[in-house]
């Protein structure tokens, strides 16, 4: 398995324009976890999904942020509008129900400028 | 609420010398604990895991944890650093009573290994 698969692996954009990521978890796993890292604040989990249905999203930090998981093979996080304090690298990971531990992809690293 | 306490931003240490990285946590049960690694630009990479039994756990690249359930303690180490085990590593914990099975992470402790 390829493992996690996120892109793009990095994102220049405009304040106020909207940035979708992408995320492709590992064949067969039942959740899927969106994280969001930056220096001042580490590693944040902001929505999880099982089995393709959101089930914690108080990590969002406000409306402008929101995530889909249409089919099991695929999860979006979108910001709209962004602005510069959404500047972050954002992992996705995904975890089977018999794993205890996630597997983590490379990362998105957005700038918003 | 669960938590993970990394109380050392960075430790130094000489190659071929022994290493050890802090962590310390909080659950309301019991603990399902986590060591990863980053590379620069690079995602997290699972090392180890602790969820039930023996107390010492061995994890890929020669690294070793040791839970200590009255310290609430779950150190990382190495008998014999390597450069290239410079990165960044976390600490992460979920709670078993935790329904809904999220990882918490620590802040992160950045060990650099030297010549």
């Known amino acids: 398995d390829a493992g996690v698969i996120q892109s793009p692996r990095h994102e220049v954009t405009e304040m106020g324009q909207e940035v979708t990521l992408r995320c492709k978890p590992i064949s067969g796993h039942d959740y899927l976890f969106w994280y969001r890292q930056t220096m001042m604040r580490g590693l944040e989990l902001l929505i999880y999904f099982n089995n393709n249905v959101p089930i914690d999203d108080s990590g969002m930090p406000e409306d402008r942020f929101s995530a889909k998981m249409p089919n099991a093979s695929f999860s979006t996080l979108k910001i709209q509008p962004s602005e510069p304090r959404d500047s972050a690298v954002y992992f996705c990971a995904s975890r089977s129900g018999q794993d205890y531990e996630a597997f983590f992809g490379q990362g998105t690293r957005l700038t918003v400028v | 609420a669960q938590s993970v306490a990394q109380p050392e931003d960075q430790v130094n240490v000489a190659e071929g010398n022994p290493l050890t990285v802090k962590c310390t946590y909080s659950?309301?049960?019991?603990?399902?604990l986590f060591w990863y690694v980053q590379y620069p630009n690079r995602g997290l990479q699972f090392l180890l895991k602790y969820i039930t039994g023996d107390n010492l756990v061995k994890g890929s690249y020669g690294f070793e944890a040791e839970f200590n359930k009255s310290q609430t303690s779950f150190h990382l180490k190495k008998p014999s650093a390597l450069v290239s085990d410079s990165a960044l590593y976390f600490c992460a914990v979920r709670d078993t009573d935790n329904a809904g099975n999220m990882l918490t992470f620590g802040g992160g402790t950045r060990l650099m290994v030297k010549p």
């Open positions: 659950v309301s049960g019991n603990p399902y």
